[in-house]
């Protein structure tokens, strides 16, 4: 089956203890993304990779940071969270930036506190 | 910078009834034009789009016509379900460069349908 699957799905910290958030996919995309949900502001874009090795930031990148070794992970890392990282967390990926249809995974609930 | 304006919710109807979600977009140009779903506890799954003015999307009763006179992209269906239940959002995809590939989404509207 077709999908993005993101680990683990719900995560409670401390702050400013390291804390990384899996995404992997097995549709062979070339473009992966991060998200945050956050209430009344929608979802907005973190970082992007648009193939392996080539990542880059989004609309709110500051205190995160993301790696494309292989093509079906992007992890999200968080080298020290902080309260307002509390939030819920989407990858996404499609074939390629072009392509209209983008995947979602289930989502990363992540409470700092 | 791109962005889009969605209706604000939550929006409450009884099972049967019309349902109108309000999205207008501020782009240059003519970006694609997406309506996304999320049903509780679920990613978002594309609902329907349009790529190109007049365009209109549809899928499973959804129904929504890119109007680039009013800059608009309007999510109907003319007989809601229980089923329907849901977070909609509206987003566009960035045309160029570096957000070529990016969703600039609303900020979502919570449809509850009773039976």
């Known amino acids: 089956e077709a999908q993005v699957t993101q680990n683990p799905r719900y995560l409670i910290t401390v702050t400013g203890k390291k804390l990384t958030v899996t995404c992997s996919q097995n549709?062979?995309?070339?473009?992966m993304s991060w998200y945050r949900q956050d209430p009344g502001l929608g979802l907005r874009q973190i970082y992007y990779s648009m193939n392996v090795e080539v990542t880059d930031k989004g609309d709110v990148p500051e205190g995160y940071k993301v790696s494309r070794k292989e093509k079906r992970n992007f992890p999200l890392i968080l080298e020290s969270p902080s309260p307002n990282q509390t939030s819920l967390y989407f990858c996404?990926?499609?074939?390629?930036?072009?392509?209209?249809?983008?995947?979602f995974g289930p989502g990363t609930r992540l409470t700092v506190t | 910078g791109d962005s889009v304006t969605q209706m604000e919710g939550p929006v409450t109807l009884s099972e049967e009834a019309f349902l109108t979600i309000n999205c207008t977009y501020t782009?240059?140009?003519?970006?694609?034009l997406f309506w996304y779903v999320q049903y509780p506890g679920e990613g978002l799954q594309l609902l329907l789009k349009a790529t190109k003015a007049d365009d209109k999307g549809s899928n499973k009763g959804f129904e929504a016509t890119y109007r680039k006179e009013t800059t608009s992209f309007h999510l109907e269906k003319g007989s809601v379900q229980v089923s329907d239940s849901a977070v909609y959002f509206c987003?566009?995809?960035?045309?160029?460069?570096?957000?070529?590939?990016?969703?600039?989404f609303g900020r979502g509207t919570q449809l509850t349908v009773w039976p």
């Open positions: 987003a566009l995809r960035g045309q160029r460069g570096s957000t070529l590939g990016r969703l600039y």
């Open positions: 549709m062979n995309h070339e473009y």
């Open positions: 996404a990926s499609s074939l390629t930036s072009s392509s209209y249809e983008q995947y």
């Open positions: 782009a240059t140009g003519y970006p694609s």
